[in-house]
């Protein structure tokens, strides 16, 4: 089992920046960021196996950044450039198994943390 533990979020105003942090109980090779709006599905906002591979989807790339310390366990997120429509709970999520490729499906992990609120007003 691998606890996952976001913080970083919070309200920024449209165009600002936030970091934030998830730290893992565990080393774990896959791991990424999701994100669900209300009324929304969960979607991967970033994703990294392991082996240096990221992935972002259209809406985020060139604006986010993923990034990972795997001595002190911990994953990042780096968002800059932030719009209203960024606006969502972020979540943390970690898999046991090995992709190699870095995934931005929900249905690829299996450990999830409790999420964090970004709020981005224009």
């Known amino acids: 089992q691998v606890q996952l533990v976001e913080s970083g979020g919070g309200s920024v105003q449209s165009g600002g920046s936030l970091r934030l942090s998830c730290a893992a109980s565990?080393?774990?090779?896959?791991m990424g960021w999701f994100r669900q709006a209300p009324g929304k599905e969960r979607e991967g906002v970033a994703a990294?196996?392991?082996?240096?591979?990221?992935s972002y989807p259209d809406s985020v790339k060139g604006r986010f950044t993923i990034s990972r310390d795997n001595a002190k366990n911990m994953l990042y997120l780096q968002m800059n450039s932030l719009k209203p429509e960024d606006t969502a709970i972020y979540y943390c999520?970690?898999?046991?198994?090995?992709?190699?490729?870095?995934?931005?499906?929900?249905?690829?992990?299996?450990?999830w943390g409790q999420g964090t609120q970004v709020s981005v007003s224009s």
């Open positions: 990294s196996n392991g082996d240096g591979r990221t």
């Open positions: 565990a080393t774990t090779y896959n």
């Open positions: 999520a970690a898999s046991s198994a090995y992709y190699s490729t870095a995934r931005l499906s929900a249905d690829s992990y299996n450990y």
